[in-house]
T-cell receptor, first 112, second 112 residues
Framework: SQTIHQWPATLVQPVGSPLSLECTVE??????LYWYRQAAGRGLQLLFY??????ISSEVPQNLSASRPQDRQFILSSKKLLLSDSGFYLC???????????FGSGTQLSVL | SQQGEEDPQALSIQEGENATMNCSYK?????LQWYRQNSGRGLVHLIL?????REKHSGRLRVTLDTSKKSSSLLITASRAADTASYFC????????????FGQGTRLTINP
């Protein structure tokens, strides 16, 4: 099975500061990678997904961007954080479509 | 946009009782998956049911799928306090992008 490493677990950032969240995957190669955001007590909103290196699809126009510089590395970034960027960010991976997702432990981001 | 919608949003039952959660979706799917999330943690995959299947079991879990009604249900039998968590359905859409779209979830509380 796959192991998803995601860090940090919690992050407090001021409005207007940059952001970089990193996710790395073990136990597979050429996975499909995903970034989700979850507001408190709510469902998961798909932000970005990637089927290969430098192949990123954006689901929602927003203040965030994603990159995949290596096969098993997925990075979520922002140049200037907004208050509305606060939330629980989850990285997920699967080998191909129609299979289950493996999730990281998440990053709780608070923008103040 | 959200594909799956769970019902009820919250459910509280006594230990030993059965818990049933429902999920409705909008478009044709390849499969439907159920996940569990403990507070502040990543999601864990529970069960996957393909579009040509009608029922699937895994331990105390029973999932049904009715593609004509675009709905699914998750039954947890003989509930335990440790089953307290949020439960989400997610759909793999039939055509297009390789993304898994989640619903808003059901918050299940098992009272000892």
């Amino acid at each position: 099975s796959q192991t998803i490493h995601q860090w940090p677990a919690t992050l407090v950032q001021p409005v207007g500061s940059p952001l970089s969240l990193e996710c790395t995957v073990e136990g597979t190669s050429n996975p499909n990678l995903y970034w989700y955001r979850q507001a408190a007590g709510r469902g998961l909103q798909l932000l970005f997904y990637s089927i290969g290196i430098d192949q990123i699809s954006s689901e929602v126009p927003q203040n965030l961007s994603a990159s995949r510089p290596q096969d098993r590395q997925f990075i979520l970034s922002s140049k200037k954080l907004l208050l509305s960027d606060s939330g629980f960010y989850l990285c997920a991976s699967r080998q191909t479509r129609n299979e289950k997702l493996f999730f990281g432990s998440g990053t709780q981001l608070s923008v103040l | 946009s959200q594909q799956g919608e769970e019902d009820p949003q919250a459910l509280s039952i006594q230990e030993g009782e059965n818990a049933t959660m429902n999920c409705s979706y909008k478009t044709s799917i390849n499969n439907l998956q159920w996940y569990r999330q403990n507070s502040g943690r990543g999601l864990v995959h529970l069960i996957l049911i393909r579009s040509n299947e009608r029922e699937k079991h895994s331990g105390r879990l029973r999932v049904t799928l009715d593609t004509s009604k675009k709905s699914s249900s998750l039954l947890i039998t003989a509930s335990r306090a440790a089953d307290t968590a949020s439960y989400f359905c997610a759909t793999d859409v039939l055509e297009g992008a390789q993304k898994l779209v989640f619903g808003q979830g059901t918050r299940l509380t098992i009272n000892p």
